[in-house]
Nanobody, 123 residues
């Protein structure tokens, strides 16, 4: 059983920064770990993903240049550095893990999910 625990959410001003963490426990053999977000009344959407073995990263177009996903192998932890935050970034952010080799941006393909952490960006 794999468990994912997010932390680091909070309230920030527009233009500010926030760093989210997701610690994985249990027996993990994930190909990708990703971050998704869901705002009220909206569908859950892909934000960023990282291929665990290679460190290759992938991003939603609207966060490119502002967000950075990274990993710390020894801690089995993935991070999301968020800079230049905008009010439209406000959402509950979830980390997720999948074992499949192909694709990384579809929520339905992920096997494990964290509980979510709220990110609120004020204007």
């Amino acid at each position: 059983q794999v468990q994912l625990v997010e932390s680091g959410g909070g309230l920030v001003q527009a233009g500010g920064s926030l760093r989210l963490s997701c610690a994985a426990s249990g027996r993990t053999f994930s190909s990708y770990m990703g971050w998704f977000r869901q705002a009220p009344g909206k569908e859950r959407e892909f934000v960023a993903a990282i291929r665990w073995s290679s460190g290759n990263t992938y991003y939603k177009d609207s966060v490119k240049g502002r967000f950075t996903i990274s990993r710390h192998n020894a801690k089995n932890t993935v991070y999301l550095e968020m800079n230049s935050l905008k009010p439209e970034d406000t959402a509950v952010y979830y980390c997720a893990a999948k074992s499949g080799l192909y694709s990384y941006s579809y929520p339905g393909e992920y096997d494990y999910w964290g509980q979510g952490t709220q990110v609120t960006v004020s204007s």
